[in-house]
Every structure is written in C-alpha cells, then in structure tokens.
C-alpha cells in the first residue's frame, strides 16, 4: 500500500470515529433532554401533590383544634356547672369563636336551639341530624341552600341528658388561612366524601370550568374521562388512603386532579388544576435543563472544532514533513536533482497520466569524465557535476524533469512538447548550453561537453523503458560519432 493509500485510509478511520462520537454525543443529549423533560413533568406533578398532602395534613390539625377548643367549653361549662345559654358559657363560647377558627357556636337540646355564642335563639338549620350524639364526632357536610349558609365544618359534642354544643367552621374561612398556591386562578379545592360525593367546596378555588368534575360524584366524573388503566391506578390508591393523581379530559381541554386523605370521616382533599398551566411549570423547569443541555453542546462543539483543528494542523504539519522526507528521499544529494529512483518514478506517472501527451527525453553523459577525475582530481569532478545540476535546472522549465541518473549521466524529460518547433527548440538549447557550459573556480575554467541521445514519446517508444532504450540507443550513437553532439532516436528528426 502506497503512502498516499495509506494516508487515505488513516483519515477515513478517523472521520469514521469522528462520526461515531459526535452520533454517540448527539444521542446521549436527546436522551438528556427526554429525560429532563420526563423528570420535569414529573417535578410539577409532584410539586401538586406536595400541596395537596400538605393542605390534607393542615385540615386534620385545623379540625383536631377545632374539636379541642369545642371540648374545652364543654368541660369549662361543666366544670362550673352552668346551664347551656347561660352569660358565662356564652362569653367563653364567644372568646373561642373570636380566637380560633369557629365561626359560630350553637347551643342545643334536643331538637331545639337555645342559643348561639351571641344570645340569639333562632334557628336557621335542622338540629335533628345531631340530637341524641353520644360521641364526639366531626364532619364536614355538603352545601344545600335550603338548609345552609355556606359549605361546613359541624363539631357536635354531647354536654349532659339532651343537651349538646355544636361549633360551626367555614370551609373557605379555613383554606384562606394555609392554602395557597401559584395555581389559585386556574384551580378547585374541594372535600368528597370516600364514595366520591361532593360535601363542600373552597370559594377561593373557583375555576368553575373544573368544578364539574365534582359536582355529582367525582369518581364517577372521572371513570367516565379518563383512561381505563390510568382511572385504575387512581382507584386503588384513593381506597388505599393515598396520594392519587389522574388527568382528565373534558372540552379539550385537560385537568389534573389531584387526592389526598383527609382522617375525620374518612374524606378526602381534591385539588384540581388545569393541564396547561402545570405545562408552563414544568416548562420552567425543563428551561433550565435545556439551557444546560445548550451548554453543553457547545462546549462539545468547541471542543471538536479544537480537536479538528488540532488534527488539521498535525496532519499538515505531517504532510510539511512527509514532503520534505519526500524531498529528501528523491534527491541527488551532490547535485540536488531528482534521483536516478525520482526520476524514474515521475516520467512514469506522465506518462501513464498522459498517455496522448507528447514528451522529449534526453539522456545525457559528460565527454571523457573519468579522465576529468583522473588529471584534475575527483573533487574537481565532484565541482563539475556540481555546477551542472544547478545550471541545468534553471535552463528549464519547473515542471520538466531533470535528474542524475548514474556517475556522470543525467535524464531530462521535457512535458507537453505540443508541436516539432518545440523540439527543435529545445534540442538548440540544449546543445547551446553544453556550447557555453564551464566548471571551476576563479582560476580553473573548465568547458565540459556531453553526448546526448534523445527520444519522444509516445512517437519512439510508449513506455518509461523503451521511451529510455530509444534514447540511449540514440546517446551511443552519438559517442560512436565523435561525442560532444545531440542525436535523435528517429534521425529524420
């Protein structure tokens, strides 16, 4: 395999893994960026979740105080054995409701009110639900006009005989105090029950849009939208008392609702939040994961232009070298032609390139060279040989051939010789040059002459080694003639 082969093929291998990297690099930040997108979806998922857990929690402590502060005017009013209504359990029943969360304070018998926190004795609601408890119990009880003022959250705490205290919450009153979200605008806040009915809502929350997910019954909403599996999942973590998270669809549109249980009568917290807002959450989260994906790259970038650059540079450098090798190795190094190996090689490349080209070879010796060497010395003929290579060379053109091709024989191969003008051209000069050619020092004036043979190609030969049979045929004809004179393979040119 030739140098420039092998060159060929050492680049390829490299562009190949240069390739493979940059696909390998290229995949590698695809699957970052899916897998950045997934993980911020799954972020603002959770960020959902975490609220909603969260508020489950608040509203457990909320009610556990309510009941506390309830139970606390019970055993305040029997500690102090006072009737229900009296002055003084309605003053601590008005502290309580002035301090805390309650709302109102109702005091009862039976079916009947006695009064609430303020004195007042009328009914506005049907007691009969809650006569008779024995236990305390706590409940939040779904709206109705005809019966309520808002959506409530009722304690009822038996006191003595028929007598018993209800304490009385706003749902809404509750949730402006710890539940607060970015989502607020576009969201609902609700309480169902563990069948999925609706027993009351948050008025903060009121993307009405998304209400009709609970407004009958939600599961049976959401059984109805959503897919089969999804809706699977959801149920057995919603009857497990878990965090469940679902999407539904509805009007194009698409609502993440969001569960979590809430332990007073078994109830849970719904959150829901409309689909494209939770996108621009998890849009600014995958930003930022795109913005390091960016940087990534191009650094990458950066850092293969510096390898490429790098190789470019090496490879020329390593060309610069090989070339100068190349130089080197071609070289006759006394008289700085090519070699007898280079000049051989390059008549051979023309011709097999240019095969309807027309070429001249001459081949040339110096005239009674040994006895140059033998009277004047081998450093004198050294000199001679000398001065030939860099006279001759500029008597040329570049791109002709000149080299030594033995002790005192020398090559010239002239290319694209178009017409015989030409050759006898240059067969002139030739001649004329070896006419004025002189060797030595500035005392010693040496005129060497030299018998050359001449052949053109492809008229006298259409090969390197007959082209050069033809022409030192030529050559020994004109050393059988007397030496110093041109002879042409062909005479009649």
């Given at each position: 395999?030739?140098?420039?082969?092998?060159?060929?093929?050492?680049?390829?291998?490299?562009?190949?893994?240069?390739v493979?990297?940059?696909?390998?690099?290229?995949?590698m930040?695809?699957?970052?960026?899916?897998?950045?997108?997934?993980?911020?979806?799954?972020?603002?998922?959770?960020?959902?979740?975490?609220?909603?857990?969260?508020?489950?929690?608040?509203?457990?402590?909320?009610?556990?105080?309510?009941?506390?502060?309830?139970?606390?005017?019970?055993?305040?009013?029997?500690?102090?054995?006072?009737?229900?209504?009296?002055?003084?359990?309605?003053?601590?029943?008005?502290?309580?409701?002035?301090?805390?969360?309650?709302?109102?304070?109702?005091?009862?018998?039976?079916?009947?009110?006695?009064?609430?926190?303020?004195?007042?004795?009328?009914?506005?609601?049907?007691?009969?639900?809650?006569?008779?408890?024995?236990?305390?119990?706590?409940?939040?009880?779904?709206?109705?006009?005809?019966?309520?003022?808002?959506?409530?959250?009722?304690?009822?705490?038996?006191?003595?005989?028929?007598?018993?205290?209800?304490?009385?919450?706003?749902?809404?009153?509750?949730?402006?105090?710890?539940?607060?979200?970015?989502?607020?605008?576009?969201?609902?806040?609700?309480?169902v029950?563990?069948?999925?009915?609706?027993?009351?809502?948050?008025?903060?929350y009121?993307?009405?849009?998304?209400?009709?997910?609970?407004?009958?019954?939600?599961?049976?909403?959401?059984?109805?939208?959503?897919?089969?599996?999804?809706?699977?999942?959801?149920?057995?973590?919603?009857?497990?008392?878990?965090?469940?998270?679902?999407?539904?669809?509805?009007?194009?549109?698409?609502?993440?609702?969001?569960?979590?249980?809430?332990?007073?009568?078994?109830?849970?917290?719904?959150?829901?939040?409309?689909?494209?807002?939770?996108?621009?959450?998890?849009?600014?989260?995958?930003?930022?994961?795109?913005?390091?994906?960016?940087?990534?790259?191009?650094?990458?970038?950066?850092?293969?232009?510096?390898v490429?650059?790098?190789?470019v540079f090496?490879?020329?450098?390593?060309?610069?070298?090989g070339?100068?090798?190349?130089d080197?190795?071609?070289?006759?190094?006394?008289?700085?032609?090519?070699?007898?190996?280079?000049?051989?090689?390059?008549?051979?490349?023309?011709?097999?390139?240019?095969?309807?080209?027309?070429?001249?070879?001459?081949?040339?010796?110096?005239?009674?060279?040994?006895?140059?060497?033998?009277?004047?010395?081998?450093?004198?003929?050294?000199?001679?040989?000398?001065?030939?290579?860099?006279?001759?060379?500029?008597?040329?053109?570049?791109?002709?051939?000149?080299?030594?091709?033995?002790?005192?024989?020398?090559?010239?191969?002239?290319?694209?010789?178009?017409?015989?003008?030409?050759?006898?051209?240059?067969?002139?000069?030739i001649t004329?040059?070896?006419?004025?050619?002189?060797?030595?020092?500035?005392?010693?004036?040496?005129?060497?002459?030299?018998?050359?043979?001449?052949?053109?190609?492809?008229?006298?030969?259409?090969?390197?080694?007959?082209?050069?049979?033809?022409?030192?045929?030529?050559?020994?004809?004109?050393?059988?003639?007397?030496?110093?004179?041109?002879?042409?393979?062909?005479?009649?040119?």
């Amino acid at each position: 395999m030739d140098d420039g082969r092998q060159t060929k093929v050492t680049v390829l291998s490299w562009a190949l893994i240069g390739v493979a990297f940059v696909i390998i690099i290229v995949f590698m930040l695809a699957k970052f960026l899916r897998d950045g997108k997934t993980m911020s979806e799954d972020l603002s998922r959770d960020r959902l979740e975490g609220y909603v857990n969260t508020w489950a929690e608040q509203l457990d402590s909320r009610v556990e105080h309510i009941i506390g502060e309830t139970m606390a005017l019970v055993e305040f009013s029997r500690g102090q054995n006072f009737e229900l209504g009296q002055i003084e359990t309605r003053a601590f029943a008005t502290e309580i409701v002035g301090k805390t969360d309650v709302s109102h304070i109702y005091f009862c018998r039976g079916n009947k009110l006695i009064c609430d926190e303020t004195g007042a004795a009328e009914a506005t609601f049907s007691l009969e639900p809650y006569a008779g408890h024995t236990s305390v119990f706590a409940t939040i009880k779904r709206r109705d006009n005809n019966i309520y003022k808002d959506d409530m959250l009722l304690v009822v705490l038996p006191y003595k005989n028929s007598d018993y205290i209800i304490s009385i919450t706003y749902l809404t009153d509750v949730g402006e105090k710890f539940m607060s979200s970015p989502y607020d605008d576009v969201a609902f806040l609700a309480v169902v029950d563990k069948k999925g009915n609706l027993v009351g809502c948050f008025d903060k929350y009121n993307d009405t849009d998304s209400r009709f997910l609970a407004a009958d019954n939600l599961l049976d909403c959401i059984k109805k939208e959503a897919d089969e599996d999804a809706y699977a999942d959801f149920d057995n973590k919603y009857n497990k008392k878990r965090v469940a998270d679902i999407s539904v669809e509805h009007d194009g549109d698409i609502r993440t609702l969001i569960t979590a249980p809430v332990s007073h009568d078994d109830m849970r917290l719904v959150y829901g939040v409309r689909q494209t807002y939770i996108d621009k959450v998890s849009d600014k989260y995958f930003g930022s994961i795109r913005g390091t994906a960016v940087k990534i790259g191009i650094v990458i970038v950066i850092f293969i232009i510096f390898v490429v650059s790098i190789s470019v540079f090496v490879s020329l450098k390593s060309k610069e070298r090989g070339k100068v090798l190349e130089d080197k190795a071609d070289t006759d190094l006394l008289t700085e032609l090519y070699n007898k190996a280079a000049t051989e090689r390059k008549i051979k490349e023309y011709i097999e390139n240019n095969p309807d080209s027309r070429g001249m070879m001459f081949i040339l010796d110096i005239d009674n060279f040994k006895k140059i060497n033998d009277t004047m010395g081998h450093a004198f003929g050294d000199t001679l040989l000398k001065t030939l290579g860099r006279e001759i060379r500029t008597e040329f053109r570049n791109t002709d051939i000149i080299g030594r091709t033995g002790g005192d024989e020398f090559m010239v191969f002239l290319r694209d010789i178009t017409d015989d003008l030409i050759i006898e051209r240059e067969a002139n000069r030739i001649t004329r040059f070896f006419h004025d050619f002189k060797a030595g020092g500035d005392y010693v004036k040496y005129s060497a002459s030299a018998s050359i043979g001449a052949a053109i190609f492809p008229d006298d030969a259409k090969t390197f080694k007959d082209l050069y049979m033809a022409a030192d045929q030529a050559l020994y004809k004109a050393k059988k003639r007397g030496k110093n004179q041109l002879v042409f393979y062909n005479e009649e040119m």
